[in-house]
């Protein structure tokens, strides 16, 4: 597991004069969050050695009251009606600026920090929660229970919500060999760093951890200097046109692969799927067409890339497992999809193939899959060597996450904070290839996207002919 937080910045458009009656809200709301969810209030550590799996993340001792995670900052240089009206640009959206400024190099890693900005204007709030407790999906349940008590509800036991469920847990031993989608390494990844030996002290001084925090900041810095982060919106008239175009294009072909097989094979079941019925989602016509889309603008960028491409989604698998939505623990898998550049190509051919096969990989997810998936990770010496292939492969792959159906832009707060959140975001990284699906926030039905790409790469997205049939550049 990460050793990350899920960062959203959540943006209220709050008058000066109900800024303190709104801040203060949020506030006595998330106390009784944190007395309806204890482990909010937890510390993140790694279990000391010989009591269970090397590597397993825990949430202990010290625990945090609220006043301890929250900092409220104030900011005037951002003004709230200039964001808007540039469709919030995430370029401009400083994660040191927005967010409490604590990484996994730090030696104690409360479960959840929250930073209230106040700007001209408007609160950026940004609740942080760490990824070993929920991951997107969960974090918007928090905000759900969270509101509820800013409203002056009262809830029932909540405990059902957050504790472990023996479905996920696995009973046979795997190898992890007969998972494609992830890696063993020699030496643990950056991202899944432990911020313990043990229980009994720090890998690092006090010293060490501020010169990790300027070598992060400074790094991300060095990466803005190549990188950048656009919001693009696809309108759902676009959406719809799009998936009737790919559905068409593959009732089309539909008698030639129904009579192949799809082109994906169950590792771990050991058998071929058959396709008879072709059915695709919304998402996975989006998917394939910035798969394909973005591949060929880093082609035409002359970045250097391998024969074969990678597409990684991360996937809610709640509803593989028939758990419900609103279940709080982490529950992402990845989901691997990989194509020879030249079946990349945009045109409507190359993105139905690329959404068909997906679709016949995203079928693989039932709740069976998570179980073998929870032996192998249980089968590991140590779980933090467990990585995503996608994370460790040389392909430079695209990595997508969807927030699409998070009801965040939906959730009413209360009288007292007034208003709804306008508009979700994710600050500036400098990273190349990642790709995130906002929550909805119209009643048009449209998705904002935000890519984060090399410069030349997004500057040749920006002319691709096919994609900007379907895309409106913010």
Sequence with gaps: MPTVYTIMLLFFPVSEEYTDLAIQSFIDGLRSTFQAIPLLGGTVKTIPDGTGQVGTLAISSPWQAVDEIVVIKELKKYNYLDLRRKQFPPSSLSQRDFVISRFSIDSNLPVMQVQFTIIEGGIVLSPCVHHCFADGAGVTSIFQIWAAYCRGEVLNDLSSLWQPVPLLQGDEKRKIEDFPDYTYREKTHLVNKRTYKDNQGPMSSTLNEKLMKLVVF???????????????YFPHANLARLKDTVSDELGNVGDKWSQETVKVVDDNRGQEVGDKQIWISTLDTLSALLFCCITQSRHVAKRKQSPTALFTTNVNVRKHCQLPQNYIRSLVLPCNLQSPLHELTPSIRNIATQAHNLRARLRLLDTPHVQRVASMIRSVPDVSKITSSAIDSQMNPLIMTSWRDQVTCDIDWGSQIGVKCERVRVCHYGLDGLIVVM??????????????????????????EVFNQFATWR
């Design 439 to 464: 929550p909805k926030y119209s009643a048009d039905g449209g998705l904002e996207v935000v890519l984060q790409l090399r410069k030349d790469v997004m500057r040749e997205l920006e002319k691709e």
């Design 218 to 232: 400074s790094y991300i810095k060095y990466r803005s200097l190549h990188h950048c982060t656009r919001v693009v």
